[in-house]
């Protein structure tokens, strides 16, 4: 009886461990599996991922970048980020129709450039930081309809942009730390003093302008750059070039061009009308402003007569820009030079900027306007021409006998509103005329 249970419980204990051996198995399966399904979900996701990588880099920008620079001692690695240093001449990008330096590929594969001149020549702001100043506000699109006037005229800026790191440290000494204030909300934004001192003394960045820094030291003055390459502090009330600075998305296709001023990066494929050449009659003008129905346009040099340039006095004393003031550079735009123009029916009689800058908004300046048919370029405005020594449509509050004159350096000078200086004149016209041409200086957009 006693072995007889015995040989019970052995069989029942054996049917136990039969059991636990096959739920052992069966959980042991289930687990591989689903081991297997998961990893070989992510193999096939990182296999097809990287060969997805693989071809954007091969027609990217970024690819052509390091293939033209592999062995140029003047592209170099630093912590990561990929430098065009010292005299490199071979980093131009043509983007909405402005001439950009690239300074960096970063680690991410974005591309970071600078405007190769100013765009415009603002005060930063005294005792403030980059995202509270003027120049910020001039950037970027933020509250208002006067914010944002770069970015608003720009082509396509979430198409080709991303939102750019702006370094905002206070910076005692000139050097190449890295950056811990980081803000990047928005996508313009000015050079940093670590990316200046990554690019070598004496670099391409220099350009014979005063242009403003995106730092400001720990007693809230802002770095610029001086016209001959000199780094110095200021208190943010000089009115110096503004030259903006952008990135361009990670692995942009790469459309033409090697980089050289002749032939530079290309990443557009579609022509933009900001920055256009505009041919009227045997006229060439620049598209500086697009507006939902008509452009504002500036000849794209002095205003000649009989092949020799014109100086003409602002006006006999005041600031206001009024065309029926005899003697007055209005006066003779809408009337002796209008009524010689061919194209004369074309254009439209629109308000123009001639407001006072004081120095702490430009804002104010485009708020006070006057109505023309032919006027000038004012602060505020984008500035696309390589020109200097001529009239700007915007006086100081401390005088109503001076006027802004723009000089060759980027800053900006009063001077008597009876003093001549050359004439760059404004006008606007329908958006519909231009049929022809693709915008280009070699086929500028023209009427039929």
């Known amino acids: 009886m006693i072995k007889l249970l015995l040989c019970i419980k052995i ?52 690819k052509t970048i390091r293939d033209n620079n592999h062995e140029n001692q003047n ?34 594969n974005s591309i970071s450039a600078i405007s190769d001149k100013s765009l415009t020549s603002l005060s930063f702001g005294q005792g403030v930081k980059y995202n509270e100043s003027q120049i910020d506000e001039w950037l970027n699109n933020k509250s208002d309809d006067l914010s944002g006037i770069l970015e608003k005229n720009l082509n396509s800026v979430d198409k080709y942009l991303v939102k750019t790191n702006s370094c905002l440290d206070n910076v005692d000494e000139f050097d190449n730390n890295s950056c ?74 790469y459309v033409s061009g090697n980089g050289y001023l002749d032939n530079p990066y290309m990443i557009e494929k579609e022509n933009s ?52 003031v005899l003697g007055s550079i209005a006066y003779y735009l809408n009337h002796d030079y209008l009524n010689g123009l061919s194209y004369k029916d074309k254009i439209k009689d629109v308000t123009w900027s001639n407001g006072i800058y004081d120095k702490t908004n430009y804002k104010n300046v485009l708020k006070n306007t006057v109505v023309s048919k032919v006027a000038l370029l004012s602060i505020g405005y984008v500035k696309l021409n390589n020109l200097d020594n001529y009239f700007i449509m915007s006086s100081t509050p401390s005088n109503a006998n001076l006027i802004y004159v723009n000089l060759a350096n980027q800053k900006l000078y009063t ?8 004439i760059v004149p404004t006008i606007s016209i329908d958006k519909d005329l231009l049929k022809k041409g693709n915008g280009t200086i070699d086929s500028p957009f023209e009427m039929e």
């Open 11 to 62: 069989v029942r204990s054996g049917i136990v461990i039969r059991k636990v051996k096959i739920s052992f198995c069966i959980v042991s399966f289930l687990f591989l599996l689903a081991c297997g399904v998961i990893f070989g979900y992510r193999f096939i996701k990182l296999y097809f991922d990287n060969k997805k990588m693989l071809s954007i880099e091969r027609n990217s920008l970024v």
């Open 180 to 253: 811990t204030d980081l803000n990047n909300d928005y996508y313009f934004s000015l050079l940093s003093t670590r990316d200046l001192a990554n690019t070598g003394k004496d670099s391409y960045l220099i350009n014979s302008e005063f242009f403003y820094l995106n730092n400001t030291n720990s007693q809230n003055q802002v770095w610029y750059i001086s016209d001959d390459g000199k780094l110095s502090l200021d208190s943010g009330l000089d009115i110096m070039g503004v030259r903006p600075v952008i990135t361009i998305k990670p692995n942009i296709d």
């Open 75 to 108: 592209y170099k690695d630093i912590n990561g980020e990929e430098y065009f240093i010292n005299n490199s001449n071979n980093n131009y990008l043509l983007y909405s129709n402005i001439l950009w330096r690239i300074i960096k590929v970063n680690s991410d």
């Open 415 to 422: 001077r008597s509103v009876q003093a001549e200086f050359k």
């Open 273 to 324: 009308l900001f920055g256009a050449y505009v041919k009227l009659d045997n006229d060439i003008w620049r598209v500086y402003q697009v507006n939902d129905n008509e452009i504002r346009i500036s000849l794209n040099d002095y205003l000649k007569i009989n092949d020799n340039f014109l100086s003409h006095r602002y006006s006999n004393d005041s600031s206001f820009y009024n065309d029926n």
